[in-house]
């Protein structure tokens, strides 16, 4: 990766400079290129792309390979990075550009073949460069890859083309896959079992994808080869949650002996429709959803649907049984006895609930927390499976238990009656993640059961987009020990300062700031991520010093290297640490000078959330800078 903080600070007096530059020309228009002093001109704009696509969630074997094709139909627009809109240049050759324009127009080509890129003059400012495939993205089609890309943002300085020792800016732009890639492939042994079928009838095995508002069926030979599937990324890349993607299996499944198929004596009577769905959440661009699906099945009529996402979901098990499927099956019947009376009865179709152990009751002991790792081995984590044709709305708990601290700790939290609301608001946040498919504690959750020994129950209210609602009693058995965490958080201090007030950062003093953010953890942090709110700069902005408004510093990924030059991320990294820094000093004089770029002045807040085994805290650095 480029020397970031080098590059940044580079990027910072470039800016201040054009500013400078801009201030002197004023209002008048400039005179033409020729004369050279009203515009600057910047060199060509080399254009790849990037035809690897990385599989979900997953780190390719080798970089992505990088080539030049033909790209000459590929359109450019250069866009004033200030007002965010496309500008018009005009060639060294006198040829003004539209607003959007083919790479071809910034060439000319010699009888002889020979290719000559082309200047462009433009007015001093920070521009960034967008290249795109002709045409528009499809919500859904076959063989149907579309690229596009952006630059980062540069500073044009105003120079004549001809001034002794200048070198114009060069734009790179490099295209990335815009949509996303999918394709299903069924096993053999799947297929076997699910009754052959005309293409027409709806009986037949079939994968229906479905991502927005897009779907495209897969019929039961597709494979991870053909057909290649792109969806449109209909969330858009600034998106923080992406897209969801529903995967719906469907057929006509042989409930009989699978040996009857084989041997070629199988009862058509014992066919019966079948329909299993998952759902893919964070789904987005760039990404390909290598989706396989298998099936286990044994003697007793229960069946397992095997869902494996390529890097991303592995090996992630549904068990069902087939008679849920059934909708013209005696219940009580196929299933044996009927379940006991409830207070709430259950609507049949509601999602069902159940630990990850596939029971209704977990246990947590002191065993689990390795108090010499300073980590929680294992954290309980719960599965919400809605029927096919629905989805998970909303679901809360209602705990009650033998122990009246517990019970007195849930009231001073603010639970009414025990009542904590989970999704899609999550009222126990700093304790556990909530998302449409599981529940599952955070290190402070699991901390924080384990201060209450004895056992708790959580009654889950789950509903369904169709307002089913199911009513599931799951018991927590708590033992306690001696090496429970303490429960009260990392510490998050300014070194020198204080955090809870905000500093007024200016061009004096932004050289010379120390901000040290000081951490410290009784058992060693486990999470720690930063989110970068301000009223001037946006995605964009914090993009071009390779920053993002959210950050996971645990697992920072293609951020790592910058974040080490910036200083806000040490060496060896935050986890599992005892003590630590996160230093935002270095950044400082580039975030004014980013504020005078903008010409405005503006409220810039890091707001840090560390967590380890005994709780989770937060705390605002709040910085006013002036322009």
Same mark, same amino acid.
């Given at each position: 990766?480029?020397?970031?903080?080098?590059?940044?600070?580079?990027?910072?007096?470039?800016?201040?400079?054009?500013?400078?530059?801009?201030?002197?020309? !004023?209002?008048?228009?400039? $005179?033409?290129?020729?004369? !050279?002093?009203?515009?600057?001109?910047? %060199?060509?704009?080399?254009?790849?792309?990037?035809?690897?696509?990385?599989?979900?969630?997953?780190?390719?074997?080798?970089?992505?390979?990088?080539?030049?094709?033909?790209?000459?139909?590929?359109?450019?627009?250069?866009? @004033?990075?200030?007002?965010?809109?496309?500008? +018009?240049?005009?060639?060294?050759?006198?040829?003004?550009?539209?607003?959007?324009?083919?790479?071809?127009?910034?060439?000319?080509?010699?009888?002889? %073949?020979?290719?000559?890129?082309?200047?462009?003059?433009?007015?001093?400012?920070?521009?960034?460069?967008?290249?795109? +495939?002709?045409?528009?993205?499809?919500?859904? $089609?076959?063989? $149907?890859?579309?690229?596009?890309?952006?630059?980062?943002?540069?500073? /044009?300085?105003?120079?004549?083309?001809?001034?002794?020792?200048?070198?114009?800016?060069?734009?790179? =732009?490099?295209?990335?896959?815009?949509?996303?890639?999918?394709?299903?492939?069924?096993?053999?042994?799947?297929?076997?079992?699910?009754?052959?079928?005309?293409?027409?009838?709806?009986?037949?095995?079939?994968? =229906? /994808?479905?991502?927005?508002?897009?779907?495209?069926?897969?019929?039961? @030979?597709?494979?991870?080869?053909?057909?290649?599937?792109?969806?449109?990324?209909?969330?858009?890349?600034?998106?923080?949650?992406?897209?969801?993607?529903?995967?719906?299996?469907?057929?006509?499944?042989?409930?009989? *002996?699978? $040996? @009857?198929?084989?041997?070629?004596?199988?009862?058509?009577?014992?066919?019966?429709?079948?329909?299993?769905?998952?759902?893919?959440?964070?789904?987005?661009?760039?990404?390909?959803?290598?989706?396989?699906?298998?099936?286990?099945?044994?003697?007793?009529?229960?069946? +397992?649907?095997?869902?494996?996402?390529?890097?991303?979901?592995?090996?992630?098990?549904?068990?069902?049984?087939?008679?849920?499927?059934?909708?013209?099956?005696?219940?009580?019947?196929?299933?044996?006895?009927?379940?006991?009376?409830?207070?709430?009865?259950?609507?049949?179709?509601?999602?069902?609930?159940?630990?990850?152990?596939?029971?209704?009751?977990?246990?947590?002991? *002191?065993?689990?927390? @390795?108090?010499?790792?300073?980590?929680?081995?294992?954290?309980?984590?719960?599965?919400?499976?809605?029927?096919?044709?629905?989805?998970?709305?909303?679901?809360?708990?209602?705990?009650?238990?033998?122990?009246?601290?517990?019970? +007195?700790?849930?009231?001073?939290?603010?639970?009414?009656?025990?009542?904590?609301?989970?999704?899609?608001?999550?009222?126990?946040?700093?304790?556990?993640?909530?998302?449409?498919?599981? #529940?599952?504690?955070?290190?402070?959750?699991?901390?924080?059961?384990?201060?209450?020994?004895?056992?708790?129950?959580?009654?889950?209210?789950?509903? *369904?987009?169709?307002?089913?609602?199911?009513?599931?009693?799951?018991?927590?058995?708590?033992?306690?020990?001696?090496?429970?965490?303490?429960?009260?958080?990392?510490?998050?201090?300014?070194?020198?300062?204080?955090?809870?007030?905000?500093?007024?950062?200016?061009?004096?003093?932004?050289?010379?700031?120390?901000?040290?953010?000081?951490?410290?953890?009784?058992?060693?942090?486990?999470? #720690?991520?930063?989110?970068?709110?301000?009223?001037?700069?946006?995605?964009?902005?914090?993009?071009?010093?390779?920053?993002?408004?959210?950050?996971?510093?645990?697992?920072?990924?293609?951020?790592?290297?910058?974040?080490?030059?910036?200083?806000?991320?040490?060496?060896? !990294?935050?986890?599992?640490?005892?003590?630590?820094?996160?230093?935002?000093?270095?950044?400082?004089?580039?975030?004014?000078?980013?504020?005078? &770029?903008?010409?405005?002045? %503006?409220?810039?807040?890091?707001?840090?959330?560390?967590?380890?085994?005994?709780?989770?805290? &937060?705390?605002?650095?709040?910085?006013? =800078?002036?322009?």
């Amino acid at each position: 990766m480029k020397q970031l903080f080098k590059q940044s600070l580079l990027l910072a007096a470039a800016l201040a400079a054009a500013a400078c530059s801009m201030d002197k020309i !004023g209002s008048d228009d400039p $005179a033409g290129p020729e004369e !050279g002093l009203g515009y600057l001109t910047i %060199g060509g704009v080399a254009l790849n792309v990037d035809t690897e696509t990385t599989t979900v969630g997953g780190t390719p074997k080798a970089a992505p390979a990088t080539r030049a094709i033909d790209t000459d139909g590929y359109l450019i627009s250069i866009v @004033d990075a200030a007002t965010d809109t496309p500008v +018009q240049g005009t060639l060294d050759n006198g040829t003004k550009l539209d607003a959007e324009f083919t790479y071809s127009s910034l060439f000319t080509t010699t009888t002889e %073949g020979n290719r000559t890129a082309h200047l462009i003059a433009l007015r001093p400012g920070s521009y960034y460069v967008t290249a795109r +495939q002709p045409g528009a993205v499809s919500g859904v $089609a076959a063989d $149907a890859p579309y690229y596009s890309g952006k630059s980062e943002t540069k500073a /044009v300085l105003m120079k004549k083309k001809d001034d002794a020792g200048y070198t114009p800016a060069a734009f790179a =732009v490099t295209c990335k896959l815009a949509n996303i890639k999918t394709t299903v492939e069924l096993t053999a042994p799947l297929k076997e079992v699910f009754q052959p079928a005309a293409s027409t009838d709806d009986s037949r095995l079939k994968t =229906v /994808v479905t991502v927005g508002s897009n779907s495209y069926t897969f019929e039961k @030979d597709a494979t991870h080869t053909e057909p290649l599937v792109y969806f449109k990324d209909e969330a858009g890349p600034e998106s923080t949650a992406g897209n969801e993607m529903k995967i719906v299996l469907s057929g006509n499944y042989y409930t009989g *002996d699978p $040996a @009857d198929i084989a041997a070629g004596t199988a009862d058509p009577a014992k066919y019966k429709h079948v329909s299993m769905t998952k759902t893919l959440l964070h789904v987005r661009a760039a990404q390909w959803h290598r989706i396989s699906i298998d099936i286990d099945h044994n003697t007793t009529g229960n069946l +397992q649907f095997v869902f494996t996402v390529e890097s991303y979901v592995y090996d992630d098990t549904i068990d069902t049984d087939v008679t849920t499927f059934y909708a013209d099956a005696d219940v009580e019947d196929e299933i044996g006895e009927e379940e006991p009376d409830k207070p709430e009865t259950s609507d049949p179709d509601a999602p069902t609930v159940l630990f990850a152990n596939g029971t209704a009751a977990y246990t947590i002991t *002191d065993a689990m927390y @390795d108090a010499d790792m300073g980590q929680w081995n294992e954290l309980m984590t719960i599965g919400l499976t809605p029927k096919a044709d629905a989805s998970v709305a909303s679901y809360y708990a209602v705990f009650t238990s033998d122990n009246a601290d517990f019970r +007195q700790a849930l009231t001073a939290a603010g639970y009414t009656d025990g009542k904590v609301e989970l999704y899609p608001a999550n009222g126990a946040e700093s304790y556990c993640k909530a998302d449409a498919t599981q #529940l599952k504690t955070k290190p402070a959750g699991m901390a924080g059961l384990l201060k209450y020994a004895g056992t708790h129950t959580m009654k889950l209210v789950a509903k *369904d987009s169709k307002g089913r609602t199911s009513y599931t009693t799951l018991t927590i058995t708590v033992g306690g020990g001696s090496s429970t965490p303490s429960g009260q958080g990392p510490t998050v201090v300014w070194e020198g300062g204080n955090i809870d007030e905000r500093f007024t950062l200016t061009a004096a003093n932004a050289l010379t700031t120390s901000c040290r953010i000081l951490l410290t953890s009784a058992t060693g942090l486990t999470e #720690l991520t930063a989110d970068i709110n301000s009223e001037v700069l946006g995605a964009d902005d914090l993009q071009s010093v390779d920053l993002a408004q959210h950050i996971d510093l645990m697992n920072p990924g293609e951020l790592a290297d910058g974040l080490k030059q910036l200083g806000l991320l040490p060496e060896d !990294g935050y986890k599992g640490k005892t003590s630590s820094v996160f230093d935002i000093s270095k950044f400082l004089y580039l975030l004014q000078l980013l504020y005078n &770029q903008q010409n405005t002045s %503006g409220n810039c807040d890091f707001v840090l959330t560390a967590t380890d085994a005994g709780g989770t805290t &937060q705390k605002t650095v709040m910085f006013y =800078v002036e322009k």
